[in-house]
């Protein structure tokens, strides 16, 4: 069994579409987050939620919005995708916010052309 | 705060001889801290983690790091480097607060010589 779970695993799209990368854990974690991974595999925190309540909205473009239906799902949606949204998206999930570890998903290879 | 450096973004070392990966950290409260590797075009794998108890932490595949208070360092270290070794491996820094973040440090690519 899978413990984070995204789809897809890569997403190929147009500049100005929107798209969803969904989230699942099976962890019965609290607390979930999205990252990005850019070209220089430089991972940055983008959003948190704990108990589906957003606790960290980093200076993300209003284009991501992040929506959590239940603890164990957060989705990622963009709006009007641009050629710099291009990286790889991981989801991950911990036990509480902070000082435990974080299981992430295996990425999303968004491609934006 | 918090904020992690990692000293090294790329170590090359011989298959069989010792592997250090260096990482410093800053923190305002007692950290948690982490390593994770990722290899190419894969997820990431915690290696092992430093949550107040033992300073000298055991991960898995042979890794090891030791959490240094005095010199806010947790280099990570392994006696002999294997071939399947080579990824990219990051240093974390994590602490439960209102603004609790789990911080990446910018990485380090370890690559193995035959």
């Known amino acids: 069994d899978t413990a984070v779970s995204q789809t897809p695993k890569y997403l190929v799209t147009q500049m100005g579409n929107d798209k969803s990368i969904k989230c699942e854990q099976n962890?019965?974690?609290?607390?979930m987050y999205w990252y990005k991974q850019d070209s220089k595999k430089f991972l940055k925190i983008m959003f948190s939620y704990n108990n589906k309540e957003l606790i960290i909205n980093e200076t993300v473009p209003n284009r991501f919005s992040p929506k959590s239906p239940d603890k164990a799902h957060l989705n990622l949606h963009i709006n009007s995708l641009e050629l710099g949204d291009s990286a790889v998206y991981f989801c991950?999930?911990?036990?509480?916010?902070?000082?435990?570890?974080?299981?992430f998903g295996q990425g999303t290879r968004l491609t934006v052309v | 705060a918090q904020s992690v450096t990692q000293l090294d973004s790329h170590v090359s070392v011989s298959e069989g001889t010792p592997v250090l990966l260096r990482c410093n950290y800053s923190s305002s409260y007692s950290p948690s801290l982490f390593w994770y590797v990722q290899h190419p075009n894969k997820g990431l794998q915690l290696l092992l983690k430093y949550t107040s108890a033992a300073t000298l932490v055991k991960g898995i595949n042979g890794f090891e790091a030791e959490f240094k208070k005095s010199e806010t360092s947790f280099h990570l270290t392994k006696p002999s480097a294997h071939m399947s070794d080579a990824a990219e491996y990051f240093c974390v820094v994590s602490s439960y607060s209102s603004a609790s973040k789990i911080i990446f440090g910018s990485g380090t690519r370890l690559s193995i010589r035959p």
């Open positions: 962890l019965g974690h609290d607390t």
């Open positions: 991950a999930s911990s036990q509480v916010p902070g000082n435990t570890e974080a299981f």
